[in-house]
Structures are given as structure tokens and as C-alpha cells.
């Protein structure tokens, strides 16, 4: 996937990439229309440059499907800022138009959503420095079931981010 990016009015940062190759059944594999998943960062090798997965602990996974049969999917990745002590949500987004995905995807960095960075807990930072288990602490921003349905979600930051690359996906789509 090679990207262009493109900067909005405030510190948000849209990175595009090819997405015309990608197979819905695959993306389907990993979450239904309708409902939510918590992935390793694993699960997304062979979808996602190797480089960019790796800078995650792990993933949260939306897709909503729309009357027009067009799917959504949201793979929100959550990488731990060592530097200041915090996790951002770093979202990426692609839509399918029945089983053909739209030419590009889009990662949104830096986002204006509230509770896109949280701080974890000390307890979150010994846990890491010891061992390095950052895709088994709970974050705030998780919800604490790993799979579920979107309406049964009650993290607003999640409802956020996932409006937020929707929103700029439908301009290519066409809704």
C-alpha cells in the first residue's frame, strides 16, 4: 500500500492508500456487518503494511453495512506512546460498494475526538515495562468484551472515531 497524505484545518491528518485489491469476505473474516471486534495486531498481517501494524498493540475492528448494501469498516489501531505516557487511537478506514472496495483507504492521525488519547493507569506503565503485555491491559477506550454488536457499544470515542472515517469515506462513495 503506498499513501498520500493530506492535512485538514486542525492538527487531524488523512493518509490515503490503495485499497482496490482488498476482499471483503477477508475483511468479513475479521468482523461482521453490525458488530465489533478486539484483534491482535497478528490479525491484520497481509491486509495492513507489516511496518504500520507493529506500531499497535492491537486492534478495534467496526463495519456497518447501509440500505444500499455499501460496508464500513473501522480498523482503529491503539499504539501506546511511550513517550507520553499515553494511547492514541490511530483509525483506518475502507468501504465497499457490494464486494468491490473503493480506490482508497484512509488513516486518520491526530484526530479531534475526545478520548482519542488516553493515559492509562501506573499500574497500565509497570505492567508494560515489565513485560511488554500491552495487547492484554484494559484500556479505557476498549470496551471489556472483545467481540460484540455496534449497538450493544457504549465507548463514545469508538461511535466517534468510526463516524469520523465514515463521514470521510462516503465523499468517495458517493452517499
Not at 93 to 116: K, M, T, Y
Not at 125 to 153: A, M, N, Q
Amino acid at each position: 500500500m503506498k499513501g498520500f497524505r493530506h492535512k485538514s484545518k486542525n492538527r487531524q491528518r488523512y493518509d490515503w492508500f490503495n485499497v482496490k485489491n482488498e476482499d471483503r469476505r477477508k475483511w468479513e473474516s475479521l468482523c461482521p456487518p453490525g458488530e465489533y471486534r478486539i484483534l491482535p495486531r497478528e490479525a491484520l498481517s497481509g491486509i495492513l503494511p507489516e511496518p504500520l501494524i507493529n506500531k499497535f498493540a492491537n486492534f478495534f475492528i467496526m463495519a456497518s453495512g447501509t440500505s444500499s448494501g455499501n460496508v464500513y469498516y473501522m480498523a482503529n489501531g491503539n499504539r501506546v506512546d511511550f513517550n507520553d505516557n499515553a494511547v492514541d487511537q490511530m483509525p483506518f478506514g475502507l468501504a465497499f460498494v457490494g464486494d468491490n472496495p473503493i480506490a482508497s483507504g484512509c488513516f486518520i492521525q491526530h484526530g479531534d475526538w475526545e478520548n482519542r488519547t488516553t493515559t492509562p493507569p501506573n499500574e497500565f506503565w509497570l505492567e508494560i515495562s515489565s513485560s511488554r503485555i500491552s495487547t492484554h491491559y484494559p484500556l479505557s477506550e476498549l470496551p471489556t468484551e472483545s467481540s460484540g454488536k455496534i449497538v450493544d457499544l457504549k465507548i463514545d470515542s469508538q461511535h466517534h472515531a468510526f463516524s469520523n472515517i465514515v463521514n470521510t469515506l462516503k465523499e468517495q462513495v458517493g452517499e
